[in-house]
């Protein structure tokens, strides 16, 4: 079945430094891809998603590109903030809808 | 995308009752589907809610535990049935029917049971 396997967290990074979260998947077919993030005490949120491969998502900052060749979305920023802590999710949809959640990532970043 | 209401927002039940959790959409949406995400864990898909029959239910859950209900295109309910502590968990509703695939979650009504 499909499955995805997040790199394990937590992480902590001062502000300014360089993240990434990987994210491997395993997927019969030609899956879509997406990374989710859960703010304190807030919903789950859309971050950005790509549909094919060599695709490339980006949101406030935030990059993945979907690599066909290693069934790889990693999850990069080149500067993180404080206000990026919370718990990062990596996901992908097939064509019946589903959608299949790595465990997630939380992310800390102290001043 | 869709603004997606979910009530209550959190609640408190004692073991053995059943507590119903109402999913609103401000527009018609062709598939919902309701998650539930355990204390530190990730979210798993319970099931799909189909407008009109029965819901499709994920391996591990069955339909005397979580019955739901989609009444039309905007609402649905998920009842969490003969509670018990293992249950507290926070449950979302999302729907989804995007050309891309992707989904959209409402904020979750996290649920105690004691």
């Known amino acids: 079945g499909d499955s995805v396997t997040q790199m394990e967290g937590p992480v902590t990074l001062s502000e300014e430094a360089c993240l990434t979260i990987?994210?491997?998947?395993?997927?019969?077919?030609?899956?879509?891809l997406f990374w989710y993030v859960q703010y304190p005490g807030e919903g789950l949120q859309l971050l950005l998603k790509a549909t094919k491969a060599d695709d490339k998502g980006s949101n406030k900052g935030f990059e993945a590109t979907y690599r066909k060749e290693t069934t790889s979305f990693h999850l990069e920023k080149g500067s993180v903030q404080v206000s990026d802590s919370a718990v990062y999710f990596c996901?992908?949809?097939?064509?019946?809808?589903?959608?299949?959640f790595g465990q997630g990532t939380i992310l800390t970043v102290h001043p | 995308s869709a603004v997606i209401s979910q009530k209550p927002s959190r609640d408190i039940c004692q073991r053995g009752t059943s507590l119903t959790i109402q999913c609103q959409v401000d527009?018609?949406?062709?598939?919902m589907f309701w998650y539930r995400q355990q204390p530190g864990q990730s979210l798993t898909l319970i099931a799909t809610?189909?407008?009109?029959?029965?819901?499709?239910?994920e391996s591990g859950f069955v339909i005397d535990k979580f019955p739901i209900s989609r009444p039309n295109l905007t609402f649905s309910t998920l009842t969490v049935s003969n509670m018990s502590p293992e249950d507290s968990s926070i449950y979302l509703c999302?729907?989804?029917?995007?050309?891309?695939?992707?989904?959209?979650f409402g904020p979750g009504t996290r649920l105690t049971v004691l």
């Open positions: 990987n994210c491997t998947y395993t997927a019969t077919g030609y899956p879509s």
């Open positions: 996901a992908l949809s097939t064509s019946y809808g589903k959608l299949t």
């Open positions: 527009s018609q949406v062709t598939m």
């Open positions: 999302s729907v989804g029917g995007a050309v891309g695939g992707e989904q959209f």
């Open positions: 809610a189909n407008q009109g029959s029965e819901a499709t239910y």
